[in-house]
């Protein structure tokens, strides 16, 4: 798995900034997106379905990050 650098996270976010300005939602959506595209780059499928079995554990035992109501 490829690791993300903070330097390439900026210029993926300022171009998301320009491609969806005032929509903080969907840049966040489409930079999460372009990270895992990234990191899941030359990986054969099985290797690929583990990333994100891990992925989604990740996420399932995170913080809540907003609540409803």
Same mark, same amino acid.
């Given at each position: 798995?490829?690791?993300?650098s903070?330097?390439?996270?900026?210029?993926?976010?300022?171009?998301?900034?320009?491609?969806?300005?005032?929509?903080?939602?969907?840049?966040?959506?489409?930079?999460?997106?372009?990270i895992?595209?990234?990191?899941?780059?030359?990986?054969?499928?099985?290797?690929?379905?583990?990333?994100?079995?891990?992925?989604?554990?990740?996420? !399932?035992?995170?913080?809540?990050l907003? !609540?409803?109501?």
């Open positions: 798995m490829r690791e993300i903070p330097q390439e996270r900026q210029t993926i976010q300022e171009e998301l900034a320009k491609e969806f300005p005032g929509d903080q939602m969907m840049q966040e959506l489409h930079l999460v997106r372009r895992h595209q990234l990191e899941t780059e030359g990986m054969d499928p099985a290797d690929r379905i583990q990333y994100y079995r891990r992925k989604g554990e990740e996420v !399932s035992r995170g913080p809540v907003a !609540s409803g109501g």
